[in-house]
Each structure stands twice: as C-alpha cells, then as structure tokens.
C-alpha cells in the first residue's frame, strides 16, 4: 500500500504529518509491551480533515488508527499494518460548557484534566476520570470506556456520554444520540462506538453528561496484615450498603515500589486501603466515613488517618496515583510490564483473587502487584520481570494463561478498565466467543474494507507476543 504524502499534504497542510522516521518512532507503541512502525502520522484540526483523511484511506485501502495521548495498556494504537496513524490531540477545543442543561461539547482531543479544570470554576466536574487524567483524551476515553478511581460511585465512560460525531470508514459524517439524558429511538449508536476502540469510526465531537461537585470530600487510608483481611474488608464495605465514592486497595508489592520511588514512609503492611466518601451534607459525608472505618476496624485495619483538607487528601492519596510509575522501581532488574493488567471481578472475589495473583507470580518466578479500584470490583496488576530473558517472557505467558483462566471461572472479566488491544485479545477471545460472530458482522457492516484500526479486538492475533515487536530488548 503506497500513501501519497502529497495528497495528505494537501489535506492537512505541510504542518500538520510527518513521515521522518524518529516521529514515527514514537508513534510506533503505546504504554504496552508492543511495537510495530506507521508509515505516516496525520494531525488534523477539523472535522472535514479528518473526513477527507478517512476517505482517502478507504479508496485505497490503507489502515487509519486512530490515537489520542497513546496512554492505552494493550496495545490499542500499535499499527500493526502500518498506514496512517491519525492524531487527534490538536483537536482541543472545549466547544461549550452549558450548566443549565448540565453538559459539554468537546472535541475529541481534549484532555481530561483540562476538562475538569474548565468545569471546576462552575462548580462542575466529569467524573470518568482515569488515573491517566492528565494526558487521556476523551475520545481516547471514550473508545476505551475508561474509568477511575471515582467509578465506585460515579460510574464509567459509557454512563456519560450523551451523543457524539462520528467519521465512518467511507468519511462519512454521523450524529449519534441527543442532547437530552435519554432517548429511546432505536439503537443506542453511541454506545455502540464506547469501548469500539477506534475500530467501528472516528469520533470527532463528544456531548458527555457533567455533574456539580460535591461540597464535602474526605479521604481516610487503613492499614491491614494481610491482603485478605483487606480484600475482605472492601467487599464488606460495598455489601453494608456504604458509598465510597472511592476505594482502592495497594498491596505490599505497591508500598514497597511508592517508599523507593517517592520516599513516602509509608508502613511497609499487607495492604493499604484508601477510602473517600463526598456530598453536600458533612453530617452525611462524616456518617459513611465513620461507618466505612468501623467496617476497617472490624478486619483489624489499623493507623487510620483522615482529612478533608484538600492538601491532606493529596498527600493521602499520592502514593496511589502514582504507583504505576513506581513499581520499576520494586526491585533492581526488573521492569513493569502492561500485561493482565486490569480484570474485573464480582464483589465477593476480591479477597481470593487478590491472593491468587501473588500465588500464580511466585509460582512463575514473577513479582506481580494488585492494586487498584476494587471497590468496582477492578483489580490492577502488573507483571515486573526481568525484560531481557527470553525465558522470563515464558514465565509472564503462562502466569497470563493460568491468571485469566481463574478471572473467568469466578465471573469475572479479562478487561474491567483499559480495553482489549493486543495483548488481551487472546484470553478475552477465548473467554467470549459466543460474542465474536456479532461483533466482527458489526464491523463488516461498518467497515467493509477493514482499515480502522485493524486486527484488534475480535480479530487481534492469537499469539500476542508474535502479534508485533515487542519494545524491549530480549538478548537470551
Ligand atoms: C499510568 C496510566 C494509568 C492509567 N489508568 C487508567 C485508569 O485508571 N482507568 C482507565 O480506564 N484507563 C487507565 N489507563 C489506560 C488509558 O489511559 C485509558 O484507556 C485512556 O482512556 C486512553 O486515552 P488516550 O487518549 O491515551 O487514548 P489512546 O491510548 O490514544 O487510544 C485508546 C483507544 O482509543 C482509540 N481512539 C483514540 N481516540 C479516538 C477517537 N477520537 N475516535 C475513535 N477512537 C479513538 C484508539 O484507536 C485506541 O483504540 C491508564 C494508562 C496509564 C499509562
């Protein structure tokens, strides 16, 4: 497939791509252990750019991936063909802020912590808020269904999103769902598109639901023995009928890696969970919290701190935000890598599936963490191991096999939070092949000449580690 860099040129202006080579480097992986090399990068500004773009690729055939900030754990924006990757990030404009209908318009570029930094002086916020904020786009965000460490209360991407712009594979223009906060005429198109990770068009404005902030947010960590005792106490505090509006969990293996990394003196415990309750009223923020805490103190949670001021709340919680950049740093040799990293189980596995992740990584010679926001039922990991031995990228397979084989037989899902890719095709693929047949006659039927973002999802490789290169140096 040859692209005519001039046409391009043409349609986005001479500043606008770029095919030199250390660009397209770095459009070549995302945060996963993939890579694989684009032919051309595409940054269009407007709607009739991306338009043209699309349709170009469609006449001749060539695969267009669609990439907001690239912070994917899966693989999601490697272009496995090649082709055009189509950066949306200039498309940054917050289009309107309208409180008396209590939502926004954006284009799909903006990023997530400069939409809430915009609604916040209206008393407002978007709550799907990934820990990746800073950096995630919303149309990046809506092609994952992301959400955060708020969705215990708040709930995903898909629970927000109201209607949307759409360029289909043939550059056409489509407007999915309203304005209003529900419709019932026929098919929810937009929804369709959440969690269709740039496989089914390309979103080019989002209208998405916003809520006003609470006036009242505390924030309390606990420390615990064991991972049991505070797996347990998390699915306890959701079954009392509390409601966190946050609550996660980090392991031994997290504490370790934030005390290195950041130097934060936190008691090197079993686990540590950090739980938050907001609202309007301080005598009903002050009531979850005190209910929340005796439910910590009932499996023997103990060092109990709590604030509601802001600065407090910061300190409190920023081991946790940044404990994925941290974990490298566990352990001199090893390195963190994206894979399993986000399953989603019911309420009452949390406990036991937290424990069985540390028993799956010693049995294979890996150091594995499980953190994250399980007060949703997600539970994080990541696999650390030596990235230079081939034998180690065996041991990291077989540990994803065994870990997602147990994830499946308790009910739960290969993918709570990030979404598919690559690397997680081969397990969900397995776990769901019931769905498989509608999902790829659904993207016939969209995309008849496959160049949106192929080969991911139901129809990403079998074999994740051949799928691309991967973006580490294995010398034996
Ligand atoms: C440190 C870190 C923490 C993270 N924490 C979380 C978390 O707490 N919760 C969570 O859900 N995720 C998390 N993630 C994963 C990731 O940040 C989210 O999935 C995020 O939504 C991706 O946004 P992005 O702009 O980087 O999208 P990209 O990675 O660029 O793209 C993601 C997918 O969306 C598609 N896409 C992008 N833009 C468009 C568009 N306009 N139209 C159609 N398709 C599009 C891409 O093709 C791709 O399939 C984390 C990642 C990192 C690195």
Redesign the pocket.
Known sequence: MKIDIKKIEEIVGENNYSDNIADLYVYSS??SVHQAMPAVIVKPKTIEEVQKIVCYANKKKIPV?????????SG??VPIDGGIVLD?KQMNRILEIRPEDMLVRVE??VVDDDLNRALNQYGLFYPPA???SR???I???????????RSVKYG??RDYVLGMK?VLADGSLVNLGSNTRVHSAGYQLERL?VG????L????EATMRITPLPKFRCLAVANFNSLKDAGNTISDIITSGSQPSMLELMDKVGIIAVNKAMNLGLPEVGAIILFEADGNVKEAVDYEMKKMKGICEKHGGSGIEMSYDAAERKRLFSGRKKL??ALSRYKEGIICT?LAD?MGVPNSKIAQTAEKIHEIAERNNVIMAVYG?CGSGVIHTKIMFDTTKKSQWKDAERVIEELYDYVHSVGGVTSA???I?LSKAPAWKKARSDILPMMKAIKKALDPNNIL?PH?LMDAPDDWVKATNLRYNVRS
């Open positions: 995302d945060a991936t669609p990439r907001g900030a690239g912070s994917g754990t999601h924006t949306l799909p570029g990934p820990a990746s950096i995630a786009t149309g990046g965000e809506i092609a994952a269904n992301a959400s955060g460490v995903a991407t759409v598109i269709s990770e740039g496989t068009g390309i979103v080019v994925f950049a994206d986000d926001h939070e990030h979404g890719g973002n991911k």
